[in-house]
């Protein structure tokens, strides 16, 4: 599974510590391994201490998932990395976050891919403990550029909405995301 990354600016709350993003970066989705998890990933700073916040979701029709919070570096002396664990708040509004891929693929065996051109991503949380939002919305143009939108939500999963009709992504559906620009 290919994963790419880049500099963003946006701010994460996690256990009501205020945290700056420097990076975001996620998976392509494209490891066949039933148990590869699909990884969105902050990296995040706080004075000269470098941080991650980890959301890992799975394919559509698997209800795992899972988040994580790591102590990365820092900027001034050397710090082994710790992690600390699911992180019980998690805080950001509407964080838009750059297009790692140009354009998400709908997968599935026998049948052919479908392409959507990714034109925007959002991160929203809102999350205690086990309930509020958690998740990412990708806003899209289907080949015809009619508007669609693909998100990733702790309540949901995986669901694709096209022409106004929403709905969940199955097995053997895949989520996969093609190289980029």
Request: hydrophobic share 40%.
């Amino acid at each position: 599974m290919a994963y790419r990354e880049t500099f963003t600016k946006g701010a994460l709350t996690v256990d009501a510590e205020a945290y700056d993003v420097d990076l975001f970066g996620m998976d392509d989705g494209q490891n066949p391994d039933p148990d590869a998890t699909f990884r969105f990933l902050f990296q995040l700073g706080q004075g000269f201490m470098i941080y991650r916040y980890v959301l890992c979701a799975m394919q559509p029709g698997d209800a795992r998932w899972f988040h994580t919070f790591w102590t990365k570096d820092c900027a001034v002396f050397e710090v082994d990395e710790e992690e600390h664990g699911p992180p019980a708040r998690v805080r950001a509004t509407g964080m838009k976050l750059p297009r790692l891929y140009e354009t998400f693929r709908l997968a599935a065996p026998g049948a052919p891919p479908r392409d959507f051109m990714v034109l925007s991503l959002t991160f929203e949380a809102d999350f205690d403990g086990d309930a509020g939002p958690l998740g990412v919305r990708f806003e899209l143009a289907d080949p015809h550029d009619a508007p669609a939108a693909l998100t990733w939500s702790v309540a949901d999963r995986w669901q694709l909405e096209e022409g106004g009709v929403r709905r969940a992504l199955e097995p053997p559906e895949r989520v996969t995301f093609v190289e980029p620009f």
